[in-house]
């Protein structure tokens, strides 16, 4: 499943998670595997309810009751090439907490629910670097606290905030909106992961200020070779972000592969009628528009099989009695689909 | 196996399809069952405020001094293996140096009693006479003391249970007027807004920055000292409610300014109803729930609020009969000392108002099952 | 299509906040939230009415459908009996008989339909407060009108909560639909909704407005939907109009730079097409505080000098093509690498 010859830096094997709900059993993550290599950014995609989140939490192990990852394994590389099982450790204990916010930060998507009101954005951070010293210098020297400011002033210019010097005095409330997202990104950036996770950083923004994360974003892709798995509904975005792209839906990997495929050579019934469906800034307007026919289903009454095949155009007699498993399609693409291989996922 | 989970997972979710906001709150204070336990002790409890007399065993004001300070009789219900409830009896000893009755229990005396038997008349809300109790000695002429008596040899248990009656009725009766006057008043101060909302608002942070004690000490002073019982029993109730309906009128306020930007009630403006049509059939029933669970969490406070007038001799006075008054009785440390059962009107008090604080929470939690 | 009279002519619209401070309430300043806006809507068409947070386009949206008292402007709407009336000035009671006429459909599936009330009730709650007093005459009005978004007249008896975004959005529309309307406007009406879901919606859109002959304003940020629905584009910024433009001469060629930068802005769903660099930079201003002669030049890259002293008025450029911008005969063509590259 590996797309090249070097080590993943994180490897999602098998991950199901299920919340046991007064009214029934919701399987959020049933069977989700890929693979982040470093300086990558890998896009999940899939609409509400595919478990993109659920599967972001469980990496970081912020999963809450009644929520339990129930199978699977989190195989996250540290530095100095120990690769641990992020799903063994325990929730609350030291070692995750050294990974969480330190290797693996995450940007979410509400930058504003994320700052304490009452510190400056600044302090916030310089607290943040403060704590993961040892992440700025590895002989063990301690950071001052103005050695600290320096280097938030340094990630606030990085990050393409103006006036630094002000603005690192400045409380969250005070911030428009892109920019509370960009300081955001310092925060994350401040423990120098190596991994960073953004879980739709742009849904709760505007388009133009949107435009100006993502640049920003790819930006530091480049500059920090920081891996990002980058979360979003938006196949836009997706198209725009990231190199490899995973398709889920119900919780399930559709489809995955190199985003230029995925795009362009799409195999999944799914990820086709996704494409068609979305109205672009060329083509005709004012006709219909390819539609998937029926809604999502209640999170209870997940289909038998296939979990898309009530809703696809190309359904068999064999996709409602058996799950497809994820199968080569491409040179770095694979599928779960009966229309490319037979072979049953018999977990 | 996942088949039979999904077929019971459709129609579950074809219960809820159709299953209307209340019987959702239901639904989710079922699960609850201190809530459910406490409900049905507050049923039981109301049902003695219906009936006090069917569970009295006698007259709660008929006093004997030749039979002061008698302790708890309890019940037996079965004698030599058979069915056959009784207490047993008690005799009286004087002193000879404090000149003062002991009492013990003679168990080898037994007096008989009877489930559902006739004793003293009585009637039913007023309305027709009976005889029937819950519970009645064998020989009318006996008289039991389940709860033991009073230094004026009256029963407690008796007078508990009308006590209960007066108690439970105050803080419900209260509480009713308090949520008439927080929603009406909050009401206006939330949708009508503007210097109407300004001078409510400083009305009810005038209100809750009075010391309520000493107002309630002034306002029940200066009720007249040749009001009946009853009248007394009315003028504590409205003082109570006067003062309690605030927090109320503040958070019903604060709905109405919520709902007054829900999109659903936007879309009923556009629709073309009325003001009174959007207050009552949109906004009302959406906060309705929230003050039935703020009202039940405020019914102890007024019952404490009331138990504590009285017992300080400011609320309801005596020959009228409420747990305050009640609690009055043990005031005295002596009579403490000699004779504790005295203090069970207060432990009347503390679990009626942990049932209510329990069902309270409940019904929060419930209220509102669109917030998951 | 009558090009005699629009339905709807909206002139100098304006709506403007206080800005109140201290316990007295003093009136300290005015957030300028729609400020002189023109635009007209002809029966049958569609114009959507585009831009960012704070553009003041639902507020606008807002005014027309009297939500809120307009503060300045007119709104002359042309009633089903040949009347012209501005609803600008309306009370409330002469309001109320085109209340029906005039309909809504929100953005929030779940926030807009009464949680505590059935489907029979919500979808028939208009009829009932217009006229329609038997409740027999109500449920089959309903069921037609479920029928008629495509859902099962059978769902009438259960409550809002037992049913997706999608179809949540479906029941807003039947509801919308109820008193037989002649202008919808459409509050960002699919930005809610998933993608799979947002195509049928929109599918829906396009065909009641052929079968019921409806006229749809249809406010929303997300350019490619609005270009898939609407006839014509109105782009606004900082509560004013930038540009006004049929939807094709709007997108073939931008002469607003804000129109353009806006265009470039949307994240191409292609790999092979790079639209996050060259981003426009800086921050939209506030309402309350615009900057100085063009809202937009301190964000321009085409800046000059008259740009910061002189505020530009809406001009037509071409026929039906109106721009507030003094160099938009100047603007070039959109980008004709992206359209290709998209093609291909």
Redesign the interface.
């Known amino acids: 499943m590996s797309q090249s010859a070097a080590a993943p830096l994180l490897s999602v094997r098998n991950l199901r998670v299920s919340f046991a709900l ?4 919701v399987r959020a993550v049933d069977g989700t595997s890929f693979d982040v290599m470093p300086g990558q950014v890998l896009g999940i995609v899939g609409e509400s309810g595919c478990g993109k989140s659920v599967t972001m939490k469980a990496i970081l192990q912020l999963i809450d009751r009644p929520g339990r990852i129930t199978h699977g394994e989190i195989l996250f590389r540290r530095e100095g090439s120990e690769v641990i099982d992020l799903a063994r450790l325990p929730p609350r204990g030291p070692a995750l907490r050294e990974i969480r916010g330190g290797e693996i930060a995450l940007i979410p998507q509400e930058p504003m629910a994320s700052f304490s009101p009452v510190h400056t954005v600044g302090d916030q951070i310089v607290e943040a670097i403060l704590l993961h010293a040892h992440r700025w210098h590895a002989d063990g020297r301690r950071i001052s606290r103005r050695e600290a400011r320096e280097i938030t002033i340094g990630l606030f210019r990085d990050v393409g905030i103006s006036m630094p010097e002000q603005r690192i005095d400045a409380y969250s409330w005070q911030l428009s909106g892109g920019l509370r997202q960009r300081a955001m990104i310092a925060m994350a950036l401040s423990c120098r992961p190596r991994l960073l996770i953004a879980d739709e950083p742009t849904t709760a923004i505007d388009v133009t200020t949107q435009a100006q994360v993502l640049a920003l974003l790819h930006d530091l892709k480049d500059r920090y070779n920081t891996a990002i798995i980058f979360i979003t509904h938006d196949l836009g975005v997706i198209a725009q972000m990231a190199s490899y792209v995973v398709v889920m839906y119900l919780g399930r990997v559709m489809e995955q592969g190199p985003v230029d495929d995925i795009f362009h050579a799409p195999r999944h019934p799914y990820t086709q009628a996704l494409l068609r469906s979305m109205p672009g800034l060329h083509g005709r307007t004012r006709v219909p528009l390819p539609v998937i026919t029926g809604a999502l289903p ?1 999170p ?3 289909p ?1 099989g296939c979990p898309f095949h009530p809703r696809c155009p190309d359904v068999m007699a064999q996709c409602s009695a058996a799950t497809p498993s994820l199968e080569p399609v491409g040179v770095e693409q694979l599928a779960s689909c009966f229309l490319h291989s037979d072979k049953v996922d018999a977990s | 196996m ?2 039979q ?2 077929t ?3 129609a ?2 074809d219960r ?6 209340w019987r ?1 709150v239901w639904w989710r204070f079922r ?1 609850h069952h201190l809530a459910m336990a406490s409900a049905v002790f507050l049923i039981v409890l109301y049902i003695v405020v219906l009936l006090p007399d069917f569970f009295a065993t006698q007259d709660p004001e008929r006093t004997d001094a030749r039979q002061a300070f008698i302790p708890v009789q309890m019940i037996h219900l079965f004698d030599d293996g058979a069915l056959a409830p009784w207490v047993p009896a008690i005799v009286g000893k004087r002193n000879p140096v404090t000149l003062r009755m002991e009492w013990q229990i003679d168990p080898s005396r037994k007096v008989r009693i009877h489930f559902f038997a006739p004793g003293p008349k009585w009637r039913v809300l007023g309305l027709f006479e009976t005889n029937l109790h819950l519970i009645a000695p064998a020989d009318p002429k006996q008289r039991i003391f389940l709860l033991g008596s009073d230094r004026l040899g009256r029963d407690q248990w008796s007078r508990i249970m009308h006590g209960t009656q007066t108690s439970m009725t105050v803080g419900l009766v209260a509480v009713a007027l308090s949520v008439i006057l927080g929603i009406v008043l909050g009401g206006i101060s939330g949708y009508v807004g503007g210097k109407t909302d300004q001078v409510i608002q400083r009305l009810i942070e005038l209100l809750q920055s009075v010391p309520t004690i000493p107002i309630w000490l002034a306002l029940s002073a200066a009720l007249p000292r040749d009001w009946t019982p009853i009248q007394v029993f009315f003028a504590i109730t409205v003082i109570l409610s006067l003062v309690g309906w605030t927090t109320l009128g503040r958070e019903v306020r604060g709905r109405f300014l919520a709902l007054r930007e ?3 009630v ?9 003001r009174a ?1 959007i207050i009552l ?2 906004m009302m ?2 906060f309705l729930s929230h003050i039935i669970a703020t009202s039940s969490l405020a019914i102890p406070v007024m019952i404490i609020n009331e138990t504590s007038l009285s017992f300080l001799g400011l609320g309801i006075r005596p020959p009228a009969i409420s747990l305050g008054v009640l609690l009055q009785e043990a005031q005295n440390i002596q009579t403490l000392a000699l004779a504790p059962w005295l203090l069970i009107p207060g432990l009347v008090v503390i679990v009626s108002v942990l049932a209510f604080n329990l069902v309270g929470d409940g019904l929060r939690d419930a209220a509102d ?2 917030s998951q | 299509m009558t090009a005699a009279q629009p339905l709807l002519d909206v002139r100098g619209l304006q709506k403007f906040f206080p800005i109140t401070k201290g316990f007295l309430q003093r009136v300290t300043g005015q957030v300028r939230a729609v400020d002189g806006v023109d635009f007209t809507v002809a029966e049958g068409e569609t114009l959507g009415l585009v831009g960012e947070s704070g553009c003041g386009k639902t507020t606008a949206s807002r005014c027309i ?1 009297r ?1 809120i008292d307009p503060t300045g402007g007119q709104i002359l709407y042309r009633t089903r009996n040949g009347a012209t009336v501005d609803l600008a000035t309306l009370g409330p009671a002469e309001l ?2 085109l ?2 006429e ?3 459909i ?3 599936p779940f ?8 489907l029979l009730d919500n979808v028939g ?2 009829l009932l ?2 006229g329609v007093r038997n409740r027999r005459d109500r449920a089959d009005q309903v069921a037609e009108l479920l029928r008629l978004v495509g859902l099962r007249p059978e769902f009438m ?3 809002p ?2 049913f997706s975004g999608g179809q949540r959005q479906r029941i ?1 529309i039947a ?1 919308a639909l ?2 037989n309307p002649r202008l919808v406007v459409a509050d960002e009406p699919v930005s809610a909704l998933d993608v799979s879901v947002q195509a049928q919606v929109l599918n829906l859109l396009l065909e009641l407005q052929t079968r019921l002959k409806l006229t749809f304003l249809f406010v929303a940020h997300d350019l490619s939907v609005v270009r898939h629905i609407s006839d014509r584009i109105a782009v606004m910024y900082v509560g004013q109009l930038v540009e006004l433009a049929p939807t094709e001469a709007l997108f073939d060629r931008p002469r607003h730079p804000y129109t353009a930068a806006l265009m470039r802005a949307v994240p191409v769903a292609d790999p092979r097409v790079r639209t996050i660099d060259g981003v426009l930079g800086g921050e939209v201003p506030s309402p309350a505080a615009p900057p100085s002669g063009c809202y937009f030049h301190p964000r321009c890259r085409h800046a000059e000098a008259r740009c910061r002293q002189e505020a530009p008025a809406l001009r037509e450029i071409a026929p039906g093509h109106f721009a507030r911008c003094h160099l938009a005969e100047q603007m070039p063509a959109a980008d004709p690498s992206q359209a290709v590259a998209a093609i291909s």
């Open positions: 007064d009214d029934g059993v209640h209870f009454n997940r038998l | 996942s088949a989970v999904d019971t997972g459709a579950a979710e809820v399809a159709v299953a209307s906001n959702l699960r829900e999109d659903f936007l879309a009923a403006r556009l629709a073309g109803c009325s049509r059939r949109h029933p959406t099952p669109y | 459908l939500a109320r008989p209340r029906a005039i309909q809504m929100f953005q929030d926030g807009s339909l009464n949680p505590r009330m059935t709650e208009p407060v217009n008896h259960r409550f909560h037992a807003g509801r109820a008193t």
